[in-house]
């Protein structure tokens, strides 16, 4: 019995030098001077952007060779950690705006949502089904099924969603969201 194609990780990012637009468009939301926490951060556009914006940034890649190059960056805490097979790095830890780019591993959505401050800003934006017309990543284990960063972010306030196809930087179906965690006060009394 053939075994069903995969999408192998990368051994390293390609890198992008933009940031993504999405990520651009709704950085302004995130608290001024706010700690950023950028996911699976890569060559580490976002924490760069991050970073030039004022907010100091924790990012975290499985890629040794990604890190090193941001390790030397002013206001970037970079971390070489794989947080799919090991423990949660920033257990307790809250954030004014966590970025989430081209990366998918559903049991982190909790982890991510508990790691915002009131007020905080949730950037997301990865490869969601219908991708495979396109290329890779092809596997439906690491394409967003439809709604599915919808139903993640909870009871947080979504300022936008899209999932659509785009042709920047690359043909690709994708899916999207900036949300913001309501601030305590909202939760626990909302009228």
């Given at each position: 019995?053939?075994?069903e194609a995969q999408?192998?990780?990368?051994?390293?990012h390609?890198?992008?030098?933009?940031p993504s637009?999405?990520?651009r468009?709704?950085?302004?939301l995130?608290?001024?001077?706010?700690?950023?926490?950028?996911?699976?951060?890569?060559?580490?556009?976002?924490?760069?952007?991050?970073?030039?914006?004022?907010?100091p940034?924790?990012?975290?890649?499985?890629?040794?060779?990604a890190?090193?190059?941001?390790?030397?960056?002013?206001?970037?805490r970079?971390?070489?950690a794989?947080i799919?097979?090991?423990p949660?790095?920033?257990?307790?830890?809250?954030?004014?705006?966590?970025?989430?780019?081209?990366?998918?591993?559903?049991?982190?959505?909790?982890?991510?949502?508990?790691?915002l401050?009131?007020g905080g800003?949730?950037?997301?934006?990865?490869?969601?089904?219908?991708?495979?017309?396109?290329?890779?990543?092809?596997?439906?284990?690491?394409?967003?099924?439809?709604?599915?960063?919808?139903?993640?972010v909870?009871?947080?306030?979504?300022?936008?969603?899209?999932d659509?196809?785009?042709?920047q930087?690359?043909?690709?179906?994708v899916?999207?969201?900036?949300?913001?965690?309501?601030?305590?006060?909202?939760r626990?009394?909302?009228?």
């Amino acid at each position: 019995m053939p075994m069903e194609a995969q999408d192998p990780p990368a051994k390293s990012h390609a890198p992008l030098a933009e940031p993504s637009a999405w990520v651009r468009r709704w950085a302004p939301l995130v608290r001024a001077g706010g700690p950023v926490l950028d996911v699976a951060c890569g060559s580490g556009r976002h924490a760069l952007l991050f970073a030039a914006l004022g907010h100091p940034v924790d990012a975290v890649d499985r890629d040794p060779v990604a890190i090193a190059a941001l390790a030397a960056q002013v206001g970037i805490r970079a971390l070489c950690a794989d947080i799919e097979g090991g423990p949660w790095p920033y257990a307790g830890r809250q954030y004014a705006g966590v970025v989430v780019t081209n990366y998918l591993h559903r049991p982190l959505f909790p982890l991510l949502m508990a790691a915002l401050e009131p007020g905080g800003v949730l950037i997301y934006e990865t490869f969601a089904q219908g991708n495979a017309a396109y290329g890779r990543p092809a596997n439906p284990d690491f394409l967003l099924q439809r709604g599915e960063l919808l139903r993640a972010v909870g009871d947080a306030q979504v300022v936008a969603f899209e999932d659509l196809y785009v042709d920047q930087p690359k043909p690709a179906v994708v899916q999207r969201i900036c949300a913001v965690v309501a601030d305590r006060a909202i939760r626990e009394n909302p009228f």
